[in-house]
C-alpha cells in the first residue's frame, strides 16, 4: 500500500467521492480501458472510443494526467507527436475496474429486464 504525501490539499476529503466524482464521469474510464494495451496517440484513441468529440476527448485526457492515471509524452518532431499511456495508477485502478466491468456484462440483460418492468408497470 502506497503512502499518502502528508501535506496535500484534497479537494474533497471523502476518498471515494473524490476519486468517483473525477473518474466516474462518461469516459474516464473508456479512456483508461482504451489505453490499457498500450501507448496511443490522440487519434487512435478517438477511432478507438468512436462518438466521443474532440473536446471531450482532450479534456478527459487532462483530467487523467492531472490525478496521475495517465502520462503525457510530447516528442520534439515537426509536427510534434504526443502519446499517452497509463501510469502504474493507471494500471492499479483497471485492476479492480475490470471485475465491475465483467460484473456489468453479466448482470445486463437483468438490470434492462427490470427497467422494462418497472416501466412497463407504469411506476415514475
Keep these: 500500500m502506497q ?10 476529503p471523502c476518498p471515494i467521492r473524490d476519486v468517483l466524482d473525477r473518474i466516474g464521469d462518461q469516459w474516464s474510464v473508456l479512456v483508461l480501458l482504451t489505453l490499457q494495451p498500450g501507448t496511443k496517440r490522440f ?20 483530467h487523467l494526467e492531472q490525478d496521475g492515471f495517465i502520462t503525457r509524452t510530447v ?10 499511456a497509463l501510469t502504474e495508477l493507471g494500471h492499479s485502478f483497471l485492476e479492480p475496474m475490470q471485475a465491475l466491468v465483467a ?20 411506476s415514475v
Design 75 to 84: 516528442y520534439p518532431e515537426v509536427p510534434p507527436r504526443v502519446e499517452y
Design 43 to 62: 487519434n487512435e484513441l478517438m477511432r478507438e472510443i468512436g462518438d466521443i468529440s474532440k473536446q471531450m476527448l482532450s479534456r478527459t485526457l487532462k
Design 3 to 12: 503512502q499518502q504525501p502528508e501535506t496535500v490539499e484534497l479537494d474533497n
Design 103 to 122: 460484473w456489468a456484462d453479466t448482470h445486463h440483460r437483468t438490470i434492462a429486464a427490470a427497467r422494462e418492468r418497472y416501466r412497463s408497470e407504469g
